[in-house]
């Protein structure tokens, strides 16, 4: 359509000409697809104990932990004998609290494009998942391996081994303070099975979780990937597709959420993985992920907030190792 002469020019919007760092969004935001996008990035929980806590009133979760028994010999014409164990618990305090917070102006809400909402819900799910599978990662640290548990939980790593042969303690002084981390072997992956054998852990729920470097050691080791090995043919050959499901009975999960491990000389070229059985970690939520949505006057827009309650910890410290591996 022609303009006439007394026109004002329009100017193409240009993304330097939107200065508001949200501008390219919409303010539609869904608590069904925040808890979608939490649950499809969490790795950590689904391998552990999740003990639910939602819509109950305290901060400290009392777990029992029963001591195991041992069978007895029946004498002829005599009583049983009683196993009088002193059980024991272990108390975990629901302490952790995490937001995700957007301002998203009126002026948002008015322009921007219906078909990006989903960033915000995708990226508060991804936020939100991540800081729960870290926690849980971390507690990795108070695995004690084959070895009574460390006099001080929380220790960095202080029973952890290293890949090669899975038995050497890691030790963060050697190699003039670099640490002495070594990728996964074959070896190192029967010996860690050896080593929960060893505790008396159950076969059943055995994982082991490793950074993606890792991936590549464990594709490289031939009977984890060969036909005559593993048994798989045509397109189901790892070979193939790349893919590692089960290592000896122990299903592996690939996550980049295993801790950097700092040495002496703070490289940081070190990575926590984790061998453990279910019964190792708990995971207890009070509060899953919620949406809550106010508006501000003063500043002409929602605040949008995503958060989620939580606590975690070591249930049985023999039934996990942690294995230090370079980055």
Known sequence: MALGTNHV????VTAASRTRSNSAFVRELWTDEIIAAYKSNLVMPNLVVNMPFTGRKGDTFHVPAPVRGAASSKAAETQVTLIANQELTKQYLIDQHYEYSRLIEDIVTVQADDGVRKFYTDDAGYALAKL?????HAEGAKFAGASAAPTVEGSAYSKAVIGSDGSTVWDDTANTNEGNATALADAGVRELIRQ????????????????????????GIARFTEQAFVGEEGMGNTIRNGKIGNIYGTDVFVSTNCPIVTDVA????????????????????????????????????DLFTADTI?????????AGIAIVVPA
Do not use: H
């Open 266 to 301: 703070t490289t940081n070229d070190q990575r926590a993985a984790l061998m453990f059985q279910k019964e190792a970690l708990v995971f207890i939520e009070q509060l899953s992920p919620r949406v809550q949505t106010s508006y501000i006057q003063e500043y002409l827009g």
């Open 132 to 136: 729960v599978d870290t926690a849980l």
């Open 196 to 219: 929960l054998d060893d505790n008396d852990v159950p076969n059943s729920g055995r994982v082991l979780v490793i950074p993606p470097v890792e991936k590549k050691s464990l594709t």
């Open 9 to 12: 020019a329009l100017t193409e």
């Open 310 to 318: 939580y606590g975690s910890g070591v249930l049985r410290p023999e």
